[in-house]
């Protein structure tokens, strides 16, 4: 397994009909990647959802952050 410490990697994601750049982790990508196969969805489409949630907050983290505290809790329901 290699290591999970590398820095993180811009990719490009589509929200809403608008192109966003988002930067994490390879091992969140991996994770939002096999989180997004499980339900049956494009990445694109929960990374949509993912946003919408935060965006309802009352202090809305940034999107790469949301993403990572989605996952989190994402692993935390799975145990």
């Known amino acids: ?11 490009s994601v589509e929200i809403a009909g608008h192109k966003t750049s988002i930067s994490l982790e390879p091992l969140f990508w991996d994770l939002l990647r096999a989180a997004a196969a499980r339900e049956g969805q494009p990445i ?13 907050c009352v202090t809305p983290p940034g ?3 949301a993403i990572r505290l989605w996952l989190a809790a994402d692993l935390t329901r799975a145990t």
């Open 1 to 11: 397994m290699p290591t999970p410490y590398h820095p993180p990697v811009k990719r």
């Open 63 to 65: 999107l790469a952050g």
């Open 44 to 56: 694109n489409a929960l990374v949509a959802r993912i946003d919408a949630e935060r965006i309802a």
